[in-house]
Every structure is written in structure tokens, then in C-alpha cells.
């Protein structure tokens, strides 16, 4: 029997992630997979969701194709793997679609849910959970962003994905709990 490790259970995704890109691509689609250095669950005035860091030139390359690209994401699709155990550990694959451009972005997800709660409580409140991907080099390089209250410095750009169904990133029994 072989056992999973949190590390061995993302490796998989990633995984995933790529043969997913690969099959957009042989369909005639660009494809673009993140692979972040860190996830998080943000709630601050500016921005609720997850906050996804990724490497400065994948944020680049995101940012060209969706700014500067004629890319508008209008659809996404959500493969959530449910945990092996009663973890609390959640992964998802969340891929952003422009169909009309033939474009996709991979983005996985491994969170919390006890971390996330408050975020996804106001998720299904609002019926839209937001990703947020930022490059892991948020701040500027004059000091821009940089906080002296103890908390993360505040990245100045960021592309957000929005899901109208914020259940499809969450086991049943959670929604259930929290939406009671």
C-alpha cells in the first residue's frame, strides 16, 4: 500500500496540470500552466479569495497573454481531487478559458479549508470564490507595497479568476457546515 504525502499528492497535480495543457494544445488551443510558489487565503479590503504566487516571468507571461493578448476568460471548468484522508488539505485544478481565443490557464490549488473558512463562508455567501495570481515578487523595487504593520506587503497588480460556484472547490460536508 502505498501512501500519499502532501508533497507526493501535489507533484500529481502538477502532473495533471500539464497533461490537461497538453491536451488543450493538441486541440489547436494556447495553454499556460502555473505552477505557484504559494497559496493563501486572503481577505482584505481590496481583495477576498486566494492569493496565488507565482514565479515573476509566469506572472509575466499570464499578464501579456490576458492584457495585452485580446484574452478574455469567460469560462473555467474545476477538477477537484478529494483528500485521501480526513485531512483538511484540498486540491483542485482550476482552468480559466477564453474559448473564443482558444486559450487556457492552468491554475492549481492545494489550501486549508480551516485556514480558508472565513473565505469560502463569504464565497458562498456571495456565489463567487476569486482566484488572485500575483508574481511572488509583489513588491516594487522602490518599496511600493511594503507594509510595516506585520502583514504581507501588498502586491500593486494582480489578474483575478472569478468562480460563480465556489462549492466545486470544497467537499460536500463542508458547504453543507458552512451554509447552515
Excluded: C
Excluded at 108 to 130: G, K, M, N, R
Aim: net charge negative; glycine share 4%.
Amino acid at each position: 500500500m502505498t501512501t500519499e504525502t502532501p508533497d507526493s499528492q501535489w507533484d500529481t497535480l502538477l502532473e495533471d496540470a500539464r497533461a490537461i495543457a497538453e491536451e488543450y494544445r493538441a486541440n489547436g488551443w494556447d495553454a499556460i500552466v502555473l505552477e505557484p510558489d504559494e497559496i493563501a487565503p486572503v481577505a482584505r479590503e481590496e481583495r477576498i479569495g486566494f492569493d496565488v504566487a507565482v514565479s515573476t516571468d509566469e506572472y509575466q507571461v499570464l499578464e501579456d497573454v490576458i492584457e495585452r493578448g485580446n484574452v478574455t476568460i469567460t469560462a473555467a471548468e474545476v477538477y477537484y481531487r478529494p483528500p485521501p484522508d480526513e485531512s483538511d488539505r484540498r486540491l483542485a485544478l482550476a482552468v480559466e478559458r477564453d474559448d473564443e481565443s482558444e486559450t487556457a490557464v492552468i491554475v492549481p490549488l492545494a489550501y486549508d479549508v480551516s485556514d480558508a473558512q472565513h473565505v469560502f463562508e463569504t464565497a458562498l455567501t456571495q456565489e463567487e470564490l476569486l482566484v488572485h495570481v500575483l508574481s511572488a515578487g509583489a513588491t516594487n523595487a522602490d518599496g511600493e507595497g511594503e507594509s510595516d504593520s506585520g502583514r504581507e506587503p501588498e502586491p500593486k497588480r494582480w489578474i483575478s479568476f472569478s468562480h460563480d460556484d465556489p462549492s466545486l472547490f470544497l467537499e460536500e460536508t463542508d458547504v453543507r457546515e458552512w451554509t447552515q
